[in-house]
């Protein structure tokens, strides 16, 4: 069946980048989406079809792709943005949507 | 303003019904595809189902095919979610969402024993 890994956890110093990686034998045929939760709250779109940044979210924000894995960077870390991502994405022959299992960022 | 408001859940029993639902506002309702995701307690998000603009396409994760079925009505610009012959293991805060531009607060779920 259809999988998407991510790294569990990811730490980066307020100032620093952090990427976030997510990474699936299917995902050079459907775009990735990314989804910032805070505790408590519903996600939020972060970047979607790859690379576009959704209105309202901050520029150090950015997505790519490259082969089987897409990245989520965000440059210059902020106390704010820690939260849990997750990456979704589709496989192509089945139709069906997958999420990562979710990526902790911790701002030291 | 562009939201998503849900409604539906509640606490009931296995083998039983519910019905969620969730009506848009603040963007055109009618061009997006919609999905429902869900989150049991503690645990990451799980892909429910989707549904094409139109309605006429619908897509289901394979543990709830059959029990489960996506509906829209774009006059009331409203997104559904039957689900029937519930599960213990469909416990879980269940949102609407587009891919791209909003997800709704999440309503909750519990099925009990």
């Known amino acids: 069946s259809f999988e998407v890994t991510q790294p569990p956890s990811v730490s980066v110093s307020p100032g620093q980048t952090a990427r976030i990686t997510c990474t699936g034998d299917a995902l050079p045929n459907q775009y990735v989406y990314w989804y910032q939760q805070k505790p408590g709250q519903a996600p939020v779109v972060v970047i979607h079809k790859d690379t576009e940044r959704r209105s309202g979210i901050p520029e150090r924000f950015s997505g790519s792709t490259s082969g089987t894995t897409a990245t989520l960077t965000i440059s210059g870390v902020q106390a704010e943005d820690e939260a849990d991502y997750f990456c979704?994405?589709?496989?192509?022959?089945?139709?069906?949507?997958?999420f990562g299992g979710g990526t902790r960022l911790t701002v030291l | 303003e562009v939201q998503m408001v849900q409604s539906g859940g509640g606490l009931v029993q296995p083998g039983t019904s519910l019905r969620l639902s969730c009506v848009a506002s603040g963007f055109t309702f009618n061009a997006y595809w919609m999905m429902w995701v869900r989150q049991a307690p503690g645990k990451g998000l799980e892909w429910v189902a989707n549904i094409n603009q139109g309605g006429s396409e619908k897509n289901y994760v394979d543990s709830v095919k059959g029990r489960f079925t996506v509906s829209r009505d774009n006059a009331k610009n409203s997104l559904y979610l039957q689900m029937n012959s519930l599960k213990v293991e469909d416990t879980a805060m269940y949102y609407c969402?587009?891919?791209?531009?909003?997800w709704g607060r999440g309503t909750t779920v519990t099925v009990f024993s």
């Open positions: 979704l994405s589709a496989d192509h022959n089945t139709l069906s949507w997958v």
């Open positions: 969402a587009t891919y791209s531009l909003i």
